[in-house]
């Protein structure tokens, strides 16, 4: 499944992405802030594509121009923000040199309409760890609205403890947001 907007096109990820992902990935402010350790190795880079990014609704974030995968955008109906089958959540990462261009936004916007339109969802989650304002702008232009915060999350990955920020998008607060 390919998903296409005017800048980019979201694809899955494949093995031969390996180098790129660890090039973005291995960046410690990337992952450390979104709860996930930085990639050591090429090798560990190809190990995450093959046991987490190859799932459906995983979608390597790729600008046209350049024609390789820049970050990841991806919706996940098994999570634990939610019991119910028609919500999900959203989750992102930008390779670092790419911050500040509107890269993000638009890959989620095109994948929240996938979300709603085609996958049948009601209502998208989406979280942010204390500090991490540039996911905080991120969830605040695509609409979402604040839900509520948790103290004290563990994040195994990283061995420590956080506080999450939780926000919500619904179904009708994004319709009446695409005008």
């Known amino acids: 499944m390919t998903v296409e907007t005017s800048r980019l096109y979201l694809r899955p990820w494949r093995e031969e992405d390996a180098g790129v992902l660890h090039r973005y990935a291995s960046d410690p402010d990337v992952g450390t802030p979104a709860g996930w350790v930085p990639h050591t190795s090429v090798e560990h880079s190809r190990e995450i594509i093959r046991t987490v990014l190859a799932v459906p609704e995983v979608y390597a974030v790729c600008l046209k121009s350049e024609g390789k995968p820049v970050g990841n955008v991806h919706l996940n109906f098994n999570t634990d923000m939610s019991d119910r089958e028609d919500e999900c959540e959203l989750g992102y990462w930008l390779g670092k040199p790419y911050w500040g261009q509107g890269i993000i936004p638009e890959a989620a916007q095109a994948v929240l309409e996938r979300a709603f339109l085609e996958l ?14 540039r996911s ?32 919500l998008l619904t179904r009708q607060t994004w319709e009446k947001n695409r005008g």
């Open 120 to 133: 049948g969802a009601n209502a998208v989650w989406c979280c942010r760890y204390d500090g991490n304002e």
């Open 136 to 167: 905080r702008r991120v969830q605040e232009k695509l609409g979402f609205v604040y839900h509520h915060t948790t103290h004290g999350l563990t994040v195994a990955a990283l061995n420590e403890k956080r506080t999450g920020h939780v926000m």
